[in-house]
C-alpha cells in the first residue's frame, strides 16, 4: 500500500514540517505520495523528491488555493481512494488538524494526532502521542487498515536525498457544497520568520523592562535567522504585539532551540514551549523556575549577556 502525505504551501514555498511529514510517511511506507494544492515556486517540486516521495499530485484550481477546509478534505480523501493509499501523513497545524479530522471520517480511518516519534510496528501499529500541552506522552494503537497520522513539528529530521518524484497534476471532482464557506481574505502575520514555523526562537519578558529595551532580542534573533516571541504580560502591555505571545494561550511552538530571555517561566508559558528540542534561559534571578524546565541556563543580566552572545555568534559566522 501507498502512503499521501499532505503539503502545505507559503506563498509558493513549502513548509519545513510538511517536509517533515513526507519523510515520516517514506520511513512508514515505501510508496509515498504527496499532494499541494496552488502555485508552486521554481525547485519546490525538487524538495518533495529528496524529501522520500516518489510522486506528487499538484492542484492548480485556482478555487483550491486558498486553505478551504471543506474542499481540501473532499480532494484528498478522493486522492487516498484513486492512488490506493492506506496512510495520510500531515503536519499538526490550524489548517492540518480540521483537514485530517475530516478526512478520516470521509474515508474511515483511524486519527492519530501529536505524534512525536516514529511508529512501534514490532506488534501492531502503536505511536507515541504527546498529551496535556506536552507534559506527557501516551502510546496510542491503531487496529484499523486506514490510518491518518499527524506529526508534530521536528518529529523527524528532513530527508534530503530521497530522489526525483513526478509530477502529475491533479483534478479533484469536488461538490459546490464544499464551497459554502468562502475564504475573503488573509492576513498574514508579518515578520522575517513566523513563530508556527521557525526552527529558532529568541523570547523576551518582563525582565527587559520596556519596549525600547527589544532590539537587542531582534539582533540576536536576526543573527540566528530565528522568529521572536514574548511572554504574556509583555503582549498584554503592548509591548510587543500579541501574534508574538508564546505560551498555553497563545502560540505554541516546537523550535530546535527556544531562547527564554528574561522570563520567569510561568507554567502557561512553559505549556506552550514544552515541545522545544532544546530551551536556553537567560535570566538573573537563579531561583527563577524556567531554570527547572531549560536544557542550559546563563544566570546574568540580560543587558550584559545578550549582546555579548550575538557578537560571539557573528563571530562564529
Same mark, same amino acid.
Given at each position: 500500500?501507498?502512503?499521501?502525505?499532505?503539503?502545505?504551501?507559503?506563498?509558493?514555498?513549502?513548509?519545513?514540517?510538511?517536509? !517533515?511529514?513526507?519523510?515520516?510517511?517514506? $520511513?512508514?511506507? +515505501? @510508496?509515498?505520495? +504527496?499532494? +499541494?494544492? =496552488?502555485?508552486?515556486?521554481?525547485?519546490?517540486?525538487?524538495?518533495?523528491?529528496?524529501? #522520500?516521495?516518489?510522486?506528487?499530485?499538484?492542484?492548480?484550481?485556482?478555487?483550491?488555493?486558498?486553505?478551504?477546509?471543506?474542499?481540501?478534505?473532499?480532494?484528498? $480523501?478522493?486522492?487516498?481512494?484513486? *492512488?490506493?493509499?492506506?496512510?495520510?501523513?500531515?503536519?499538526?497545524?490550524?489548517?492540518?488538524?480540521?483537514?485530517?479530522?475530516?478526512?478520516?471520517?470521509?474515508? #474511515?480511518?483511524?486519527?492519530?494526532?501529536?505524534?512525536?516519534?516514529? %511508529? &512501534?510496528?514490532?506488534?501492531?501499529?502503536?505511536?507515541?502521542?504527546?498529551?496535556?500541552?506536552?507534559? $506527557?506522552?501516551?502510546?496510542?494503537?491503531?487496529?484499523?487498515?486506514?490510518?491518518?497520522?499527524?506529526?508534530?513539528?521536528?518529529? /523527524?529530521?528532513?530527508? !534530503?536525498? =530521497?530522489?526525483?518524484?513526478?509530477? *502529475?497534476?491533479?483534478? %479533484?471532482? /469536488?461538490?459546490?457544497?464544499?464551497?459554502?464557506?468562502?475564504?475573503?481574505?488573509?492576513?498574514?502575520?508579518?515578520?522575517?520568520?513566523?513563530?508556527?514555523?521557525? &526552527?529558532?526562537?529568541?523570547?523576551?519578558?518582563?525582565?527587559?523592562?520596556? %519596549?525600547?529595551?527589544?532590539?537587542?532580542? !531582534? *539582533?540576536?534573533?536576526?543573527?540566528?535567522?530565528?522568529?521572536?516571541?514574548?511572554?504574556?504580560?509583555?503582549?498584554?502591555?503592548?509591548?510587543?504585539?500579541?501574534? *508574538?505571545?508564546?505560551?498555553?494561550?497563545?502560540?505554541?511552538?516546537? %523550535?530546535?532551540?527556544?531562547?527564554?530571555?528574561?522570563?520567569?517561566?510561568?507554567?502557561?508559558?512553559?505549556?506552550?514551549?514544552?515541545?522545544?528540542?532544546?530551551?536556553?534561559?537567560?535570566?538573573? @534571578?537563579?531561583?527563577?523556575?524556567?531554570?527547572?524546565? $531549560?536544557?542550559?541556563?546563563?544566570?546574568?543580566?540580560?543587558?550584559?549577556?545578550?549582546?555579548?552572545?550575538?557578537?560571539?555568534?557573528? +563571530?562564529?559566522?
Amino acid at each position: 500500500m501507498s502512503a499521501l502525505a499532505f503539503i502545505e504551501l507559503d506563498e509558493g514555498t513549502i513548509k519545513k514540517s510538511s517536509l !517533515e511529514a513526507i519523510t515520516y510517511a517514506s $520511513a512508514v511506507e +515505501a @510508496d509515498v505520495i +504527496a499532494i +499541494a494544492f =496552488g502555485a508552486l515556486n521554481d525547485g519546490e517540486a525538487d524538495k518533495v523528491g529528496a524529501a #522520500g516521495a516518489k510522486k506528487l499530485l499538484h492542484v492548480t484550481d485556482e478555487k483550491l488555493s486558498t486553505g478551504n477546509i471543506m474542499a481540501y478534505s473532499s480532494a484528498i $480523501a478522493e486522492a487516498m481512494i484513486s *492512488e490506493g493509499a492506506s496512510l495520510l501523513v500531515l503536519a499538526k497545524s490550524s489548517l492540518g488538524d480540521p483537514v485530517a479530522a475530516r478526512v478520516s471520517i470521509k474515508i #474511515g480511518a483511524s486519527l492519530l494526532t501529536n505524534i512525536v516519534e516514529l %511508529p &512501534d510496528t514490532d506488534a501492531g501499529f502503536k505511536v507515541k502521542n504527546s498529551i496535556y500541552t506536552g507534559k $506527557a506522552f501516551a502510546i496510542t494503537e491503531s487496529k484499523e487498515e486506514k490510518k491518518i497520522l499527524v506529526i508534530k513539528k521536528n518529529a /523527524i529530521e528532513i530527508k !534530503e536525498d =530521497g530522489g526525483t518524484a513526478t509530477v *502529475e497534476v491533479f483534478t %479533484p471532482t /469536488i461538490a459546490e457544497s464544499d464551497f459554502k464557506v468562502k475564504v475573503t481574505s488573509r492576513d498574514k502575520t508579518e515578520g522575517v520568520v513566523l513563530l508556527p514555523e521557525a &526552527d529558532i526562537v529568541v523570547s523576551g519578558g518582563r525582565g527587559l523592562k520596556g %519596549p525600547e529595551n527589544w532590539a537587542m532580542i !531582534e *539582533e540576536l534573533a536576526r543573527t540566528l535567522g530565528a522568529a521572536t516571541g514574548c511572554s504574556k504580560p509583555v503582549s498584554d502591555m503592548d509591548w510587543r504585539p500579541h501574534h *508574538e505571545h508564546v505560551g498555553q494561550t497563545g502560540v505554541k511552538v516546537s %523550535p530546535s532551540l527556544y531562547v527564554a530571555v528574561g522570563i520567569s517561566g510561568a507554567i502557561q508559558h512553559l505549556a506552550g514551549v514544552n515541545s522545544s528540542k532544546y530551551i536556553l534561559v537567560v535570566n538573573k @534571578d537563579p531561583e527563577a523556575p524556567f531554570f527547572k524546565a $531549560a536544557d542550559y541556563g546563563v544566570v546574568g543580566d540580560a543587558f550584559d549577556v545578550i549582546p555579548k552572545l550575538t557578537e560571539a555568534i557573528k +563571530a562564529q559566522q
